[in-house]
């Protein structure tokens, strides 16, 4: 049997938001907890999108490490 732990669960969000003047900006929401959410707003959709992967490898990277931390200390 092959055995599996979850590292990461988390959620990708994409909103299109008006300003004050009607200026179009896009807002990408990384995460689901209000303390380790990662919150990226830019008014070219195409700058979020060429930056995802670095922005989802410092979530997966934070993420994991607090995941491996806690287990540490739940261990001692």
């Known amino acids: 049997m092959t055995m599996s732990t979850s590292l990461l669960n988390t959620s990708i969000e994409l909103k299109r938001e008006f300003g004050d003047d009607q200026t179009v900006y896009y807002k990408l929401i990384l995460g689901t907890d209000d303390e380790t ?32 931390i806690s287990a540490k200390e739940e261990s001692k």
């Open 37 to 68: 959410r990662v919150v990226i707003t830019d008014q070219h959709i195409e700058n979020l999108l060429t930056d995802l992967p670095n922005f989802l490898s410092t979530v997966i990277q934070s993420q994991v490490l607090i995941e491996n």
